[in-house]
């Protein structure tokens, strides 16, 4: 609890800082400054009702909460940084003492950085990487297999059914094996998901298509999440595994399925009954990567990190996990930790990307 108050301390004296930046930057008289105040809060406003409030909304307003309000913690977080920045360069006689105080020139530069730097990360988010990486092994394999992994789809109020087709376009022109959804798939909320027919979509795959649920499936009714995904074609694995040709699929639960209940299943249980087949592992959330080594898995693929989504939380998430993004080798095991192909919040990636993996495997000659 105290850690909450801390942050939300913290949060407030942030914000509070940027609003006095702008009251002081913005020139002309105090009508002006009010003005331009009072909007940037109820931009904030907007951002933290597009995350609570957007089931009570009809659903073209939850739309547009969505996609404008979360812009929000993006630029709040630039006017942070740029004007901590100016602060210091005015301290250090860099800037003239002036250049924050009633100054249209200054407030066009600000405003300037941070529009251009929300552009760039929108056209940035755009471009879908295409991640490729070859495992050969040792192991019986009849002949090699081309498999189409992602993760962090969140599909909702702001993915919506255009994008996601544009997707299923890209897989289907990748002629994979199968297909690999690691979690995520949905950001919230069903409403948007049943409204928009975004099963349709899936059920264009051809291919097998299999997946395990991450954080986000179990915010809202998991099992109506799960009727959902199974409806579209997606067969969903909770610690639980299955045989595609010679290959071993384990899909672990989520680590936030079982609060106050019965534990998920470890690694190692899961890996118990495997036959001596290659071994790919489906875990949404990457901690303890240890345990996937211990139990002789092949690989190991991941999402949830977003690797923070922009800089400088990208920082951030570098620090909290072993690897929060890339390709990992420990041992005799392959870990990729992708950044995700979709995006929570604001379509805005600045030290990240957007990505899927295309994950050979072959036999060794």
């Known amino acids: ?161 255009q994008e996601l087709a544009k997707w299923i376009e890209q897989i289907i022109a990748e002629e994979p094996d199968l297909v690999l959804l690691c979690g995520d798939i949905i950001d919230r909320s069903l409403r948007p998901l049943i409204a928009g027919g975004y099963d349709e979509e899936f059920r264009r795959l051809k291919m097998p298509l299999y997946a395990v649920p991450g954080n986000h499936e179990y915010f809202d009714n998991f099992e109506a999440a799960r009727s959902f995904l199974e409806g579209a074609g997606i067969r969903l694995l909770r610690d639980e595994s299955l045989f595609y040709k010679d290959i071993c699929i384990i899909g672990r639960n989520d680590k936030s399925s079982h609060k106050g209940k019965s534990k998920r299943k470890s690694v190692a249980e899961l890996a118990g009954n495997t036959n001596g087949a290659f071994t790919i592992l489906l875990d949404h959330q990457p901690y303890s990567l240890e345990a996937a080594e211990q139990a002789g898995i092949d690989f190991q693929f991941s999402g949830h990190t977003h690797r923070g989504q922009v800089w400088p939380i990208s920082w951030v998430t570098d620090a909290m996990y072993e690897k929060s993004w890339g390709h990992l080798v420990r041992g005799s095991t392959h870990y990729y930790i992708t950044s995700g192909l979709g995006i929570w919040g604001p379509k805005i990636r600045l030290g990240s990307r957007s990505e899927y993996l295309i994950l050979h495997i072959k036999p060794s000659e």
């Open 1 to 161: 609890m105290r850690s909450i108050f801390i942050v939300l301390g913290c949060t407030i004296l942030l914000v509070v800082y940027v609003c006095w930046r702008l009251w002081r930057i913005v020139p002309m008289g105090w009508p002006l400054k009010l003005s331009v105040v009072v909007l940037f809060i109820l931009w904030m406003g907007m951002a933290f009702a597009s995350i609570g409030f957007t089931e009570r909304m009809p659903m073209g307003v939850a739309t547009l909460f969505c996609k404008i309000g979360p812009l929000w913690l993006i630029a709040f977080l630039y006017l942070f940084i740029t004007f901590l920045l100016a602060d210091i360069a005015t301290l250090c006689r860099i800037l003239p003492k002036g250049y924050l105080n009633s100054n249209a020139v200054g407030l066009l530069t600000i405003v300037g950085i941070v529009a251009i730097l929300m552009i760039a990360g929108h056209i940035h988010y755009n471009h879908k990487y295409r991640k490729e990486l070859t495992i050969t092994t040792n192991k019986p394999l009849e002949r090699p297999l081309k498999i189409l992994l992602a993760s962090d789809l969140h599909l909702g109020y702001t993915i919506g059914r």
